[in-house]
């Protein structure tokens, strides 16, 4: 991964969180990602902003699936 790619951002939409704890461990998990500089989670949009560098979208999605949450590519 160059330092200098591209900047990217994905949107994920996030299903199955009830609480900021959820919000929490979602945000948490993301940022432990490969790439990724942010990440801003909504409860009340159900979705997952995501930005960072050399970002693999499928991966993303399957962190939070891993965490028991319903995610796919906004």
Same mark, same amino acid.
């Given at each position: %991964?160059?330092?200098?790619? !591209?900047? #990217?951002?994905?949107?994920?939409? @996030?299903?199955? %969180?009830?609480?900021?704890k959820c919000v929490a461990r979602v945000t948490e998990a993301l940022e432990a990602a490969d790439g @990724?500089?942010? +990440? #801003? +989670?909504?409860?009340? #949009?159900?979705? !997952?902003v995501v930005?960072?560098?050399?970002?693999?979208?499928e991966a993303l999605v399957a962190v939070v699936n891993e965490l028991g949450f319903q995610a796919s590519l906004a």
């Open positions: %991964m160059s330092l200098f790619s !591209a900047k #990217q951002t994905v949107t994920l939409s @996030v299903l199955g %969180m009830h609480c900021p @990724v500089t942010s +990440v #801003q +989670v909504s409860l009340e #949009q159900e979705n !997952a930005e960072g560098r050399g970002l693999d979208a």
